[in-house]
């Protein structure tokens, strides 16, 4: 009995110094880690948890993006931060996490232009971003850091130079399927006196797949014409689970990846033919074979022979290249479509140069280079719609940025290695403070699409509109997506007279798309539009 309670009194010793030793090991971590920060910098203002590694937070952000409130949540973190009170426009925040787990939250012009040039060395995708998508785009340009990266960089530069972008006749045949169809063609459930709406998001999706297949192997996957193409079908699957692969973070272990295995030998069966076809030409062969047409995958081919490169660097430039232009033009569209005056000035613009209906010619890499309002439609497009509206660093070493920490938020924040960054381009550009103010002769209304400020002498500043990034790692492929779209844009307005707004399904009125925050920005509701001819 005795042996027993003795027994009981050292199993309870016992217990209380295991957890109080590791308590103690938890706060002096903690001084550590504080410690550390401290020598490097100050801190941001706190976004305020309750739970331990902000569960709670990691729940609320997880609904916000579900109920597409993104935009709302994160400008609250920010703006509700312990300390935000004490400074006059809060642009950065901090929120940490167990131990040592720190993520960065900033919309700082100063901070991003930090991260994407002036420190490019201290900053890059991280370790795990590469490793959560390895099995999909490999070791390609836009998952890997340092020499990869710069490797990768350097074999696709020639890919995107002016002599190899300059002939854009390859859309023609795609926007020949896309014009019925905008028209309405195929569509029955609409009253016979009246043209029909057509939700313009997915047919811009799958006429940008068929335009990037084609442009990259020579062969589109004609999803245009065949809506349910088997790599359009297995290619939307992967895109989204890697979404999902990469915001469930450190628990995506627990996501099954068997349908997103099956769907990636699916599509390296659509691709691989093409490798093993390319890959079988002697170098003279292949020099014969660009002299006539070339397709990406050819050119690529001439700088490497590594058939696991060709699927890697192919699959990330698709994935770059495809969702970008196609989210973009549609939120071009839908706008142009509320806004009848600019379509009118762009269509005056296009038929002065060009002509529109029958008559029309299509425009060639000059025309578009020179057409400036089609360049301000398109600018002001990326502006209030920038794909990429929340990006993510992690850094590579003890390092710092620039501005956000101390009492006023104006001094150098410290940041340890492997801390995450998110920067917002969306709240940057969209932020008044950054435009002339209302009472001003110049005023225009910064929350509003308006492509008349980039011909009215206004001129963002300097790291304030980056929809395509900046520095080293600037897209690689932003003069392409410039002439694809403003390819697009010209051939649909020469085609139609007016485009009319439509409400989405259940609506009574049209009302200002929904966002919905992926892995780029997309409409998260139908954007209906009449296209109507003379
Ligand atoms: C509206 C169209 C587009 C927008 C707004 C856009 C935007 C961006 C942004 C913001 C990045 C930087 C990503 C990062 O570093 O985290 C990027 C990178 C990249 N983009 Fe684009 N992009 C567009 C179209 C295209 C097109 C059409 C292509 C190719 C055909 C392309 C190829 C790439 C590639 C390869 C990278 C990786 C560059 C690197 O890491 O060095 N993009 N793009």
């Given at each position: 009995m005795i042996e027993d309670l003795l027994r009981h009194a050292a199993s309870t010793d016992t217990a209380v110094w295991v957890v109080g030793l590791l308590i103690l090991a938890f706060w002096l971590r903690r001084w550590q880690v504080d410690a550390q920060i401290a020598r490097l910098g100050g801190r941001a203002c706190a976004v305020q948890t309750r739970l331990p590694y902000a569960i709670d937070f990691i729940y609320k952000a997880t609904v916000a993006n579900l109920e597409n409130r993104d935009l709302e949540f994160w400008d609250g973190a920010i703006m509700n931060a312990r300390g935000a009170s004490r400074i006059a426009n809060p642009k950065t925040a901090e929120l940490s996490s167990g131990m040592s787990n720190r993520v960065i939250v900033t919309k700082d012009p100063e901070n991003i232009k930090a991260l994407l040039t002036a420190q490019f060395e201290d900053y890059g995708k991280g370790e795990s971003f590469h490793r959560d998508w390895k099995e999909f785009l490999?070791?390609?340009?836009?998952?890997t850091d340092g020499e990869p990266w710069a490797r990768s960089r350097h074999l696709l530069r020639p890919m995107f130079v002016r002599e190899r972008i300059?002939?854009?006749?390859?859309?023609e045949k795609h926007v020949q399927e896309l014009l019925p169809l905008l028209a309405g063609q195929g569509l029955t459930s609409h009253a016979p006196d009246s043209s029909p709406a057509v939700d313009v998001v997915p047919l811009l999706y799958r006429y940008a797949l068929d335009a990037a297949t084609d442009y990259l192997l020579g062969q589109g996957t004609d999803s245009l014409v065949n809506p349910k193409a088997e790599f359009a079908e297995a290619f939307r699957y992967v895109q989204q689970r890697q979404a999902e692969i990469f915001r469930m973070g450190m628990f995506n272990g627990l996501l099954s990846r068997k349908r997103f295995r099956r769907e990636l030998r699916t599509m390296d069966n659509f691709v691989q033919p093409y490798i093993d076809k390319v890959l079988s030409l002697s170098p003279e062969e292949l020099d014969r074979k660009l002299q006539k047409r070339e397709t990406f995958l050819d050119a690529l081919a001439r700088f490497t022979r590594d058939p696991r490169v060709l699927r890697d660097q192919m699959y990330t430039v698709l994935l770059a290249g495809r969702d970008t232009t196609a989210t973009t033009l549609s939120f071009c569209l839908f706008e142009l479509s509320r806004n009848p005056a600019v379509v009118a000035q762009l269509r005056s613009e296009i038929s002065s140069r060009l002509g529109v209906g029958a008559r029309a010619t299509p425009p060639n890499y000059t025309d578009l280079k020179e057409m400036k309002f089609l360049t301000a439609v398109l600018n002001e497009t990326l502006r209030l719609y920038p794909v990429v509206p929340f990006n993510v660093r992690n850094s590579l070493r003890d390092t710092t940025l620039p501005?956000?920490?101390?009492a006023d938020g104006q001094s150098p924040i410290g940041v340890r290695r492997e801390t995450r960054i998110i920067f917002s381009t969306i709240f940057m550009q969209r932020a008044s403070e950054y435009y002339d103010g209302p009472?001003?002769?110049?005023?225009?209304?910064?929350q509003q699409w308006l492509p008349e400020r980039w011909v009215s002498g206004w001129q963002p500043k300097p790291?304030?509109?980056?929809p395509f990034n900046g520095g080293p790692r600037i897209c690689i492929g932003q003069q392409f997506a410039m002439l694809e779209m403003g390819y697009t844009l010209v051939r649909i307005l020469q085609e139609f007279e007016q485009i009319l707004p439509r409400p989405p399904g259940g609506k009574d009125k049209v009302e200002d798309p929904v966002l919905r925050f992926d892995i780029v920005l997309s409409p998260g509701s139908e954007l209906n539009c009449v296209f109507v001819k003379h």
């Open positions: 490999g070791d390609g340009i836009f998952v300059v002939d854009i006749t390859i859309f501005r956000g920490g101390g009472g001003t002769p110049k005023y225009l209304d910064p790291w304030h509109f980056i």
